[in-house]
C-alpha cells in the first residue's frame, strides 16, 4: 500500500542486505557464485548537525554560491566487509574488496 | 503442462550445480566467507614470475579453514556430487590446486609419505586417515564401522599438508583421488609404494563415502552418539 511504501521510505539509516550473483554485481566478473551484498539505506533526518543547518544558511545569504556543498547528512557505510573470494566462468579465483557495507551511518 | 514442470523449473534443474550451491552456503556465512576468502586470497596470491604462490602460507590457510569452519559448510565444498564437467571441474578447484596441490615435478610417493611422518599433526593425520578410510570387506559400505563421516573427516585433515590429496580430474562419472606423487623411482619398494597409492586412488571406502555424501544417502549410517 502507499502507507507502507511511504513508511519505508523514511525508515532510519540501516544496514540492509541482497543476495545477488558475482555477475550481477556489474564489476565486469563472470560467475553465478552467490555472495551476500550489504548496503546503506534509509533516511539521515534525524542527524542533521548545526553545521547543516548553518551552511544551509550561508547558501540561502549567498555566502556560498558556486560551489558544489551538501547541506544535509548522507546514509553512508561506516566499515566495510571482509574481502569476498569467488571462482569465475573460466575457473579463476578473485577476490574483491571493500565490496559490501559492515556499518552504516549518517555522515 | 503446468502439471509436467510443477515444482521444477526445467531452466534451473539443467543447471542445477550441487557444488554452486555450497559456495552460496558458505558466501552467506560470515564465519565460513571469511576463512574461504583468507585461503583463496593467500592461495591466489602471485610473488614473482618464479613463484607463483607461497604454498607454505597457502597451505597454512587451507588448514585454518578446515579446522574452522564446520563440515556442515566444508564438506559440502569438497563433496558434492555433480552431473556435468562445469561442476565438476569447481570441485576439483575448491583447494586451489595450482598453488596447494600441483607442483613442477611428482615426487614419489614414499618419500612424500616420510616427508608428512617427519611433522608430528602431518603424520597423525595421515594415520586417521588410514584408520577410518580403510577398505574392509566385513561391511557394506567397505568402511570401518560404517563411518562415513570419520573418513570423510579424515580426509579433510589431510588437506594442507604435505600429502593434500586431491581429484586428479574433472570427470563426473568416475572419482579418482590421489596426492600429487607417483610410484616412479620406487625401486625395490615398489610394492609398498604402489599400496600406498591405493588407499586413495582405489579406495572402495573413500569413494562410497564420498559419493553416498554427495547423493544424500549417508545420513541413515551416521552412528548416534
Excluded at chain 2, 602471485?46 to 569452519?69: N, Y
Aim: hydrophobic share 30%.
Amino acid at each position: 500500500s502507499r502507507r507502507k511504501r511511504a513508511r519505508a521510505r523514511h525508515k532510519p539509516c540501516e544496514l540492509r542486505e541482497l543476495e545477488v550473483s558475482v555477475s550481477e554485481l556489474g564489476l565486469g566478473y563472470e560467475s553465478d557464485e552467490t555472495v551476500l551484498f550489504r548496503y546503506c539505506s534509509g533516511t539521515c533526518e534525524a542527524a542533521v548537525r548545526s553545521y547543516d543547518l548553518s551552511l544551509k544558511s550561508m547558501r540561502s545569504r549567498r555566502k556560498i554560491r558556486k560551489e558544489k556543498i551538501r547541506a544535509r547528512p548522507c546514509c553512508r557505510p561506516l566499515a566495510y566487509d571482509d574481502d569476498v573470494s569467488f571462482l569465475d566462468a573460466y575457473n579463476r579465483y578473485y577476490t574483491v574488496n571493500e565490496l559490501s557495507a559492515k556499518e552504516c551511518g549518517c555522515v | 503442462l503446468a502439471s509436467i514442470f510443477s515444482g521444477m523449473d526445467p531452466a534451473t534443474a539443467s543447471k542445477s550445480n550441487h557444488c554452486l550451491d555450497a559456495a552460496k552456503a558458505c558466501n552467506l556465512n560470515d564465519n565460513c566467507k571469511r576463512l574461504r576468502s583468507a585461503y583463496i586470497s593467500t592461495c591466489n596470491r602471485e610473488l614473482s614470475a618464479a613463484e607463483p604462490c607461497s604454498r607454505r602460507k597457502c597451505h597454512k590457510a587451507l588448514r585454518q579453514f578446515f579446522d574452522r569452519v564446520p563440515g556442515e559448510f566444508t564438506f559440502r565444498l569438497l563433496f558434492c556430487s555433480c552431473k556435468d564437467t562445469a561442476c565438476a571441474e569447481r570441485r576439483r578447484q575448491t583447494i586451489v590446486p595450482s598453488c596447494s596441490y600441483e607442483d613442477k615435478d611428482r615426487p614419489n610417493c614414499l618419500d612424500l609419505r616420510g616427508a608428512c611422518r617427519a611433522d608430528h599433526l602431518c603424520r597423525s593425520r595421515l594415520a586417521d586417515f588410514h584408520t577410518n578410510c580403510q577398505a574392509t570387506f566385513q561391511s557394506p559400505t567397505s568402511c570401518p564401522g560404517d563411518n562415513f563421516q570419520a573418513c570423510l573427516g579424515s580426509y579433510a585433515g589431510l588437506i594442507g599438508f604435505d600429502i593434500t590429496p586431491n581429484y586428479v580430474d574433472a570427470s563426473t562419472t568416475s572419482i579418482t583421488i590421489s596426492p600429487w606423487c607417483s610410484c616412479k623411482g620406487s625401486g625395490n619398494m615398489e610394492e609398498e609404494c604402489e599400496k600406498f597409492l591405493r588407499d586413495f586412488t582405489e579406495n572402495p571406502c573413500l569413494r562410497n563415502a564420498i559419493q553416498a555424501f554427495g547423493n544424500g544417502t549417508d545420513v541413515n549410517l551416521v552412528p548416534k552418539n
